[in-house]
């Protein structure tokens, strides 16, 4: 079973951390009505006579339909009534139904989350359709309901809808740009795409500050290592993607920017004080609350100095109703990251964790591995008195106002399948995709003025390195696509993959292929001291031919890159940061991109090579 809303990124670099945070410098009754004003008065952009209409649609549901509208839940196929056999037997294998509509009958969900790997995102018409058909079946049931239909958007590696939508740059390199501007018009553009195919909420933007170079899960999926930075560029796209009417999901509160473990796979420990909490972690929340983020998700992580019985935050009262909603004053959404993730069910069973998440403050369950035994839970602790109907009522509301916010609750519940052609990937939208990306694409060594390469001098060049999975929707492999586009630009381009850890052989044919060409681009995944392919950049070298690497994930592989007298930084290997660089290393696009986090020196962790704001032009 597939249970990430988070995408687990693998990163392999081990800097210090410690040098990274040098470099970059108990309320617990927000649930109750008769205590806080975040559940009894109405929240931010709903109004009395709104709210009483809302209560009035709670006080005629069952309470099986109330547990159902707390859950968002995975399903298999790309029509909501028709999906392919595999797919059916797959939903009965995992949820005990055959389709989404069956879903829908049998458990009255709340939310749907789309997934490529569960083939629900074939194609924008597609798309629209299977969100309409999920629409159709959750409004005609007794007293239905719209559903919020949503997926992790976050651009970059992070990306459940491709082409022919609009894929813009992570938030790393958006980081790297540095432009508010920017961040807001992706937002608006991408939300305007989503919500064209039916989906109204997207889980992005990441707001954890990634203060570790290590940190396998979040890494070029945040904005950078500079809290107030991160912070800016959150708000700017929340208030992008609520332009378009899409719910915006900041995420992973309380912080996971500095874990060196994946809470897919394991139960991470933030080891920050609260005062470096107060200082890094909540300052990009604090922006996104400000901004009126309309949902917060939750980490699976212990954070000791927030709380210290050694629950992940996503159980935990003094975080989510002593913190998020007490302190931070935040009255919207809070969702669970993926309920199947290891993190979070580490130390209680899976009939436990939607429970305590409730009791803890949380409104919106996700993905739990067994549906049938995570609804149940929530149903049997209302039966015996663990929680009350009107704790689930409060969660309710919460996520009512946030679908009457989003219109869904009138008559803008279906996708138009005429507007999908008029808004999904159109000329303009990817010419300011594009745009986007040439301001963000980092020079972080240029010796002697390797760059730009100039096609005359250096007609022939080969484009050899690593070639990861694409990311969902991308041409890919990043060899094939930087050829093409250095093709594109008048050179004569070759691509020759050679993997992530190429062996001598390949390299061997890399430096023969070498010969008979003018100058030599490498792509480079997360280098490490002991990589192989530090062997086949060092015999690239020796050839004698002019070598530009390129960092196509993260940007601290230029440490390991001693004697390459030209690197650029992508973040990510989507066509749209590619096609960027290939821009900049023929000249055509000046690099104007900067380092959003620092590097530290190879041989020395606890000194920084390139700080942050570091990057070079023509």
Known sequence: MHDSSTGSTGNTARPSRRAVLTATAGVAAALTASTTAHAAG???????????????LISRMTLEEKVGQLFVMRVYGHSATAPDQADVD???????????????????????????????????????????????????????????????????IVCRV???????PGAM???????????????????????????????????????????????????????????????AEVKGYQASRVAATAKHFPGHGDTAVDSHFGFPVITHSRELWEKLDAVPFRAAIAAGIDSVMTAH???????????????SAPILSGILRGELGYDGVVITDSLGMEGVRTKYGDDRVP???????????????????????????????????????????????????????????????????????????????????????????????????????????????????????????????????????????????????????????????????DAVV????????????????????????????VAVRNPYDVAQLAGVKACLATYSWTDVELRAAAKVIAGRVRPHGRLPVPVQRADDPAQVLYPIGHGLTY
Not at 162 to 168: D, K, N, Q, S, V
Not at 490 to 512: E, H, N, Q, R
């Open 173 to 235: 390199a958006m980081g790297a740009g540095g432009r508010r501007s920017d961040a807001r018009t992706l937002g608006r553009l991408s939300g305007a795409e989503l919500r064209a195919m039916g989906i109204n909420q997207d889980y992005s933007p990441d707001a954890d500050v990634n203060v570790n170079p290590a940190n396998p899960v979040i890494g070029v999926r945040s904005f950078g290592a500079d809290p107030a930075a991160v912070g800016a560029l959150v708000a």
């Open 355 to 517: 429970v305590l998440a409730l009791k803890a403050g949380v409104d919106q369950l996700l993905n739990p591995p067994n549906l049938d035994v995570a609804w149940n839970a929530v149903l049997g602790a209302v039966r015996g008195g663990e929680l009350t109907e009107a704790r689930l009522d409060e969660s309710i509301l919460r996520i009512l106002r946030m679908k009457d916010r989003l219109g869904l609750l009138g008559r803008d519940v279906y996708a138009d399948q005429d507007r999908v052609d008029r808004v999904v990937g159109t000329p303009a939208h990817l010419a300011a995709a594009d745009r986007i990306a040439e301001r963000t694409t980092t020079l972080l060594v240029n010796e002697g003025r390797t760059l730009p390469l100039d096609r005359r001098r250096t007609p022939r060049i080969l484009v050899v390195g690593a070639d990861p999975a694409s990311p969902s929707g991308t041409t890919g492999p990043p060899t094939g696509v930087l050829a093409a586009a250095l093709t594109g630009l008048g050179f004569t381009a070759t691509a020759l993959s050679t993997g992530t850890a190429p062996s001598a052989a390949t390299i061997a044919k890399a430096v023969t292929a070498a010969q008979d060409a």
């Open 90 to 156: 797959a939903n009965l294998s995992e949820i005990g139904v055959r389709t989404a509509a069956d879903l829908i009958a049998k458990y009255r969900v709340g939310g749907i989350i789309y997934f490529t790997w569960a083939h629900n995102t074939r194609d924008p018409h597609q798309i629209a359709d299977l969100s309409n058909g999920i629409q159709k079946a959750s409004l005609e049931q007794p007293r239905g309901l719209p559903v919020l239909i949503a997926t992790d958007q976050e651009h970059g």
């Open 522 to 549: 490498v792509a480079t995944y997360n280098l490490t001291a002991t990589s192989s392919q530090l062997t086949l950049v060092r015999q690239l070298l020796a050839t004698g031919r002019p070598v530009v690497a």
């Open 42 to 56: 109405p929240a931010r952009g709903t109004t009395a006579a709104a709210d009483r209409r809302l209560r009035s």
């Open 162 to 168: 491709g082409r022919p939508a609009t894929l813009f």
């Open 301 to 315: 992580i212990q954070f000791p100095a927030l709380d210290d019985s050694g629950d992940p935050a996503t159980l």
